[in-house]
């Protein structure tokens, strides 16, 4: 079984590691983040370091490769980008939990993780690094670019589109054939019946536009103190 870090120590974190045990594919060895104390551990696996330590361990594990576990979409690209900065052909893997329904002739990209529960439908495409949270749904011939991502009850019909780092908030629903593209969140509880073009926030039901977003405004509700983050040079 090969040998794997996870970036990322908070209660994602967790839940990633959950799905790649219970995958059985992967033998994590512990975990990377930049913001916690070296040494201690989570659900029984060592913070190892930060990106910095990665040529180290990676010599000292064998690892195989690795999976960025932050649920903010533009955190996690940067993150990507940075350890492909330190070890350019590092390979990442993605986690998909044993109790997903995966349909026919679906694409799943490297990184991407599918949690309990999630339906994906029949000739779907999940671009990379991609979150699909629990009990989400993704209908027949969706396409879900790189770092987006589907909160928890999610449901999208059949022929859908989502944007590059765009997010739909918790138990969201949006019917077939619909479009929203890159760098827009929908607020939680909507319901999305039109396109919704890049770089908004919209909510509601029906969903309407409430304002322009900046590329990397926070979303989640642990960050709703920041406006815009900056990812620090040592992740």
């Known amino acids: 079984m090969n040998n794997i870090l996870i970036f990322g120590a908070s209660g994602h974190g967790s839940v ?14 512990g975990f990377l983040d930049t913001y916690k104390r070296k040494g201690p551990k989570k659900n029984g696996y060592e913070i190892l370091g930060n990106t910095k330590d990665l040529p180290y361990l990676i010599e000292k594990f064998n690892i195989y490769g690795g999976i960025v576990a932050i649920g903010d979409n533009w955190i996690r690209q940067a993150m990507v980008n940075r350890i492909k900065k330190v070890i350019p052909e590092f390979r990442f893997v993605s986690a998909v939990h044993p109790t ?46 790189d770092f987006s991502s589907l909160a928890p009850r999610v449901g999208v019909g059949g022929n859908f589109q989502l944007g590059y780092c765009s997010a739909i908030s918790i138990g969201t ?13 929908v607020g939680a509880g909507s ?28 979303y989640l509700a642990l960050n709703r103190s920041q406006v815009k983050r900056t990812v620090p040079d040592e992740l």
């Open 16 to 29: 990633v590691l959950d799905i790649i045990e219970s995958q059985g594919q992967y033998k994590p060895i």
């Open 100 to 145: 997903a329904n995966i349909g026919k002739d679906v694409r799943i990209g490297n990184g991407s993780v599918i949690m309990p529960g999630v339906i994906v439908n029949a000739n779907s495409v999940i671009g990379r690094h991609c979150i699909l949270n629990t009990l989400s749904s993704l209908g027949h011939d969706g396409q879900m670019a």
């Open 173 to 185: 629903n949006v019917i077939e054939n619909v479009s929203i593209e890159m760098h827009t969140v």
């Open 191 to 218: 319901l999305v019946i039109n396109d919704i073009p890049g770089y908004k926030v919209a909510y509601g039901s029906p969903a309407k536009i409430i304002r322009n977003r900046e590329i990397g405004e926070s």
